[in-house]
């Protein structure tokens, strides 16, 4: 069963009201940038109350639940949500979903999304994708919505409707709300210090050789700061690339910058700033300062005020074999990117307007991906190990007032399993149609073979680092549900199911 866990203070609270390496003076800019920074708290919990309590109206006359699906790029969301959405509408095999299974649920279908300035989830050409192509879709690049509506006999036998908002975010945007509760100087530091450990490729020594020649307290040098924000974003996309620094992909927007690409707010980076000084305007430290706070101000606030702070609740998918594969190091990087999970879900939590209106985050599902390219004897072990992961990651962030499961999971299962027996005895073994383009010893697939691979095991204690292989597979063909409903196979999409919203269907 789920730990619950209580509200803490939050990112959009300052960690307090001074940077740790400027000086606590008093001087005029000092004061006035404590006075207009309090005031945009301000301003920013008012537009925060008034969304919260259009939203709240809203769900009185309509219940509406809802749901945050993120997790880092390549994580599954996009198949999650199309495997999701399908079996809701097409009646998947769920047993699971109680509502479902008891026959409860008269009916799901798609309705006009609400968000007018949102792009809607491409729910069409991704099931397109998945059940007639047989290809995987294209994965998510920015925020996109779709509106489920499902009506329901309640346990006392009452008809019902219950709207299911789906929200697709990037992780890497999640992971910039802790940025809310960090000044320029506490990032710089934190983050510098980070890539100075870094003790395996990608090195990020292009980036710290060019940051060591620029003079915080000189005047500010605009090429300098594109140079750094370019070695830098080119670190970030290195580390992602090899699936590692899962924690420090942050600033989210320098690897998808969209309409800002090439904008001073995507045009800074850490430096060493002196302890006990102010930055002196017009400097290098006062221009990178000031780009960090715009970025704050026009990318994290809007994305925390118009999608994190509405959600109900939150499902976060985690590659954990990726990060298996990666070794301690990529292990380290994910425990500490759930452990920043956890804590923007305390964001904005405690105060009376939140009690009064916002709905918050009171669930939050971790679910490790793609549990088809192992064999179901190491499931288990694969669910035991981030729930490890998890509970010590909410013993590092306290409190987050939300019931936290986790889960090992298959949205789309593109494999069956089969025993070979080999040289060694019997071997389970997962089998399964090969991507084109796809190698395996030496072997080229062309798409249409079919192949059986051995994936090893995950050792029952102490996992680490990766002792299994695997090869990316086509998506499968339909099965038939016991009432002949097409239905796409999967791992436990319906125990998520049931746990993110399941309760809210009685
Ligand atoms: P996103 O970036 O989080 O949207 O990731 P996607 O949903 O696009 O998934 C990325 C890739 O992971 C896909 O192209 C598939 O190769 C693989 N994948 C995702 N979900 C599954 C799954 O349930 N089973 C298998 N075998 N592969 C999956």
Redesign the pocket.
Same mark, same amino acid.
């Given at each position: 069963m789920p730990g619950a866990v209580r509200p803490g203070p939050c990112a959009l609270r300052r960690t307090g009201p001074h940077p740790p390496h400027a000086a606590r003076g008093t001087t005029a800019s000092g004061s006035f940038s404590a006075v207009s920074s309090a005031v945009s708290d301000f301003i920013e919990q008012t537009r925060l109350a008034a969304r919260a309590f259009a939203d709240f109206g809203g769900h009185l006359f309509n219940p509406t639940v809802r749901l945050g699906v993120t997790?880092l &790029?390549?994580?599954? +969301?996009?198949?999650?949500i199309t495997a999701l959405v399908h079996g809701l509408i097409r009646g998947g095999r769920f047993p699971v979903f109680e509502p479902l299974a008891n026959g409860r649920i008269a009916g799901a279908r798609l309705a006009p999304q609400p968000d007018d300035a949102v792009p809607r989830f491409d729910y069409e050409r991704h099931v397109r994708a998945i059940v007639i192509d047989r290809e995987?879709? =294209? &994965?998510?690049r920015q925020i996109s919505e779709l509106r489920v509506v499902i009506d329901y006999q309640t346990s006392g036998g009452a008809m019902r409707t219950l709207t299911l908002d789906i929200v697709d975010y990037p992780g890497e945007w999640l992971l910039d709300l802790p940025l809310l509760g960090k000044t320029y100087e506490q990032w710089s530091a934190e983050t510098l210090s980070h890539l100075r450990r870094a003790a395996r490729p990608p090195l990020p020594k292009p980036f710290l050789e060019q940051i060591a020649a620029v003079d915080p307290l000189a005047a500010a040098d605009e090429n300098a700061a594109i140079e750094a924000a370019r070695l830098f974003t080119t670190y970030l996309h290195a580390c992602r690339k090899e699936h590692r620094t899962l924690s420090l992909v942050s600033p989210g927007r320098f690897l998808m910058p969209g309409d800002l690409a090439g904008s001073p707010a995507l045009t800074f980076a850490p430096l060493d700033v002196p302890a006990g000084q102010e930055a002196p305007s017009g400097s290098n430290w006062a221009m990178m300062r000031r780009r960090y706070d715009a970025y704050r101000d026009v990318v994290v606030r809007p994305f925390f005020r118009e999608h994190f702070a509405r959600l109900d609740r939150q499902i976060v998918?985690v590659d954990a074999l990726a990060a298996l594969d990666g070794g301690p190091e990529a292990v380290r990087d994910l425990q500490d990117a759930l452990t920043a999970v956890l804590e923007c879900s305390r964001v904005g939590r405690g105060g009376w307007l939140d009690a009064l209106f916002r709905p918050s985050v009171d669930r939050i599902l971790f679910a490790a991906? +793609?549990a =088809?390219?192992i064999h179901h004897a190491s499931h288990d072990r694969l669910e035991a190990w981030l729930r490890r992961l998890t509970e010590s990651a909410v013993a590092r962030a306290g409190d987050a007032g939300a019931a936290v499961d986790v889960i090992a999971l @298959?949205?789309?299962? @593109?494999?069956r399993e089969a025993t070979v027996r080999g040289e060694g005895g019997e071997l389970p073994t997962i089998v399964g149609t090969a991507v084109p383009g796809e190698w395996s010893d030496g072997r080229h697939f062309d798409g249409t073979t079919e192949i059986a691979l051995f994936p090893g095991d995950l050792p029952a204690e102490g996992l680490q680092g990766g002792d299994f292989r695997s090869i990316?597979?086509r998506p499968p063909a339909l099965e038939e549900t016991d009432d002949g409903a097409p239905a796409l196979p999967h791992i436990r999409l319906d125990r998520a199911l049931q746990f993110l919203i399941g309760d809210r269907l009685r």
């Amino acid at each position: 069963m789920p730990g619950a866990v209580r509200p803490g203070p939050c990112a959009l609270r300052r960690t307090g009201p001074h940077p740790p390496h400027a000086a606590r003076g008093t001087t005029a800019s000092g004061s006035f940038s404590a006075v207009s920074s309090a005031v945009s708290d301000f301003i920013e919990q008012t537009r925060l109350a008034a969304r919260a309590f259009a939203d709240f109206g809203g769900h009185l006359f309509n219940p509406t639940v809802r749901l945050g699906v993120t997790g880092l &790029s390549r994580a599954g +969301k996009t198949v999650f949500i199309t495997a999701l959405v399908h079996g809701l509408i097409r009646g998947g095999r769920f047993p699971v979903f109680e509502p479902l299974a008891n026959g409860r649920i008269a009916g799901a279908r798609l309705a006009p999304q609400p968000d007018d300035a949102v792009p809607r989830f491409d729910y069409e050409r991704h099931v397109r994708a998945i059940v007639i192509d047989r290809e995987w879709p =294209d &994965s998510t690049r920015q925020i996109s919505e779709l509106r489920v509506v499902i009506d329901y006999q309640t346990s006392g036998g009452a008809m019902r409707t219950l709207t299911l908002d789906i929200v697709d975010y990037p992780g890497e945007w999640l992971l910039d709300l802790p940025l809310l509760g960090k000044t320029y100087e506490q990032w710089s530091a934190e983050t510098l210090s980070h890539l100075r450990r870094a003790a395996r490729p990608p090195l990020p020594k292009p980036f710290l050789e060019q940051i060591a020649a620029v003079d915080p307290l000189a005047a500010a040098d605009e090429n300098a700061a594109i140079e750094a924000a370019r070695l830098f974003t080119t670190y970030l996309h290195a580390c992602r690339k090899e699936h590692r620094t899962l924690s420090l992909v942050s600033p989210g927007r320098f690897l998808m910058p969209g309409d800002l690409a090439g904008s001073p707010a995507l045009t800074f980076a850490p430096l060493d700033v002196p302890a006990g000084q102010e930055a002196p305007s017009g400097s290098n430290w006062a221009m990178m300062r000031r780009r960090y706070d715009a970025y704050r101000d026009v990318v994290v606030r809007p994305f925390f005020r118009e999608h994190f702070a509405r959600l109900d609740r939150q499902i976060v998918l985690v590659d954990a074999l990726a990060a298996l594969d990666g070794g301690p190091e990529a292990v380290r990087d994910l425990q500490d990117a759930l452990t920043a999970v956890l804590e923007c879900s305390r964001v904005g939590r405690g105060g009376w307007l939140d009690a009064l209106f916002r709905p918050s985050v009171d669930r939050i599902l971790f679910a490790a991906t +793609k549990a =088809d390219l192992i064999h179901h004897a190491s499931h288990d072990r694969l669910e035991a190990w981030l729930r490890r992961l998890t509970e010590s990651a909410v013993a590092r962030a306290g409190d987050a007032g939300a019931a936290v499961d986790v889960i090992a999971l @298959a949205a789309v299962r @593109a494999t069956r399993e089969a025993t070979v027996r080999g040289e060694g005895g019997e071997l389970p073994t997962i089998v399964g149609t090969a991507v084109p383009g796809e190698w395996s010893d030496g072997r080229h697939f062309d798409g249409t073979t079919e192949i059986a691979l051995f994936p090893g095991d995950l050792p029952a204690e102490g996992l680490q680092g990766g002792d299994f292989r695997s090869i990316r597979f086509r998506p499968p063909a339909l099965e038939e549900t016991d009432d002949g409903a097409p239905a796409l196979p999967h791992i436990r999409l319906d125990r998520a199911l049931q746990f993110l919203i399941g309760d809210r269907l009685r």
